[in-house]
């Protein structure tokens, strides 16, 4: 059953729910600062609040969870927070990957991988593997990624199969562009989260946000925990998700 054929009343339900939430984790640094630590020391706890915001995803009953990890300008900061950055994310996997693998978790990754050191990039690889097989809940980790660098990847695999005469131009519609994303097969985001009070995407999810639902939030990454979390979903609950048609109010 398609969503047209659905029940309204099922339809407003479940547009009231979000499906797929993606987070800005923004606020490690400034965390750091404002109690005289080094920046390694946000990031560190940064991760902890990874791993309270994936718990509760799951108990939320929320499908996709998309964490921007480090994006593909991350590279810019200084080499030490990168070292620390990479050590993290190394951390991250090897420390939680069993756990989210028992609880049914898939992990996609999201971003370009060419250019990453071989024991990065094997092992992102050997978390999808692991876990390819898994329904329960999608957790999407978004590294070495920027919107436009995807969407430059996915225009130029469409480019070569338009030289080899596999696909004409009238083939190139906006479904057709979305499968060649990164994140392809995978619901757009109902809502994206940003912490630190920050009011930009950062070239995160472009093409993917065109209806999302937006939360700015004042607290730092470090400081985001479950009731933080909780509150959002409330607050999306409420919101009137019209898509271009009318809201609730006029269409009952």
């Known amino acids: 059953m398609n969503r047209r054929s659905e029940p309204r009343s099922q339809v ?65 900061r200084p080499p030490d927070e990168v070292t620390e950055l990479l050590r993290l994310l190394k951390f ?43 329904d329960r809940n999608t957790l999407i980790i978004a590294f070495n990624y920027g919107a436009r660098d ?21 083939h190139v519609t906006p479904d057709y562009l979305d499968a060649h994303l990164d994140t392809a097969g995978i619901p757009d985001p109902d809502l994206i989260i940003r912490t630190s009070g920050e009011l930009r995407l950062s070239n995160f999810l472009l093409w993917q946000a065109a209806y999302s639902e937006f939360a700015f939030l004042p607290c730092l990454w470090p400081d985001f925990d479950r009731r933080a979390f909780e509150e959002v979903i409330q607050n999306f609950g409420q919101r009137d998700r019209r898509f271009g048609g009318l809201s609730r109010e006029i269409a009952s």
Do not use: C
């Open 92 to 134: 991250f996997i090897r420390r939680d990957l069993a756990e989210l693998h028992r609880e049914g978790v898939r992990i996609r990754v999201i971003g370009s991988r060419s250019d990453l050191a071989p024991e990065i990039r094997n092992l992102l690889e050997e978390a999808e593997q692991l876990t390819a097989a898994n």
């Open 12 to 76: 407003v339900e479940q547009m009231r729910h979000p499906q797929h939430v993606a987070i800005i984790m923004d606020g490690n640094g400034r965390w750091a600062k404002a109690r005289g630590l080094p920046r390694t020391m946000g990031h560190r706890r940064g991760v902890e609040a990874v791993r309270e915001a994936v718990r509760t995803a799951r108990e939320l009953n929320i499908r996709y969870l998309t964490l921007f990890a480090f994006s593909s300008e991350n590279w810019k």
């Open 150 to 170: 995807e969407m430059a990847r996915a225009m130029r695999r469409i480019a070569e199969k338009l030289v080899a005469g596999e696909v004409t131009a009238e």
